[in-house]
């Protein structure tokens, strides 16, 4: 089963660039299928990773950044793909 997981977190104003970069420098202790990095309106950064997984199985997933360089708390989502 493949096992998406979703990290999204909207910069403190004026540091978008500072979140994306944070977002783009986290390594995780082990590689996943697949990493993409977005950027959307609003400073909000979003990284997909992909895993070879069962749903519920323990996976690495980014830390919360310093407090000072978000807007609000980090959201996180879990999908499983169903194809």
Do not use: D, I, N
């Given at each position: 089963m493949t096992v998406a997981l979703m990290w999204e977190?909207?910069?403190a104003d004026g540091r978008g660039h500072e979140l994306l970069a944070w977002?783009?420098?986290?390594?995780?202790?082990v590689r996943?299928?697949?990493r993409e990095t977005l950027?959307?309106?609003g400073d909000r950064?979003?990284?997909i990773t992909w895993w070879n997984a069962a749903y519920d199985a323990e996976l690495p997933e980014l830390p919360d950044p310093d407090?000072?360089?978000v807007?609000?708390?980090v959201h996180r989502w879990r999908?499983?793909?169903v194809e």
């Open positions: 977190a909207r910069a977002a783009r420098r986290q390594e995780l202790p996943p299928l697949r950027r959307a309106a950064v979003l990284v407090g000072e360089l807007a609000r708390a999908f499983e793909s």
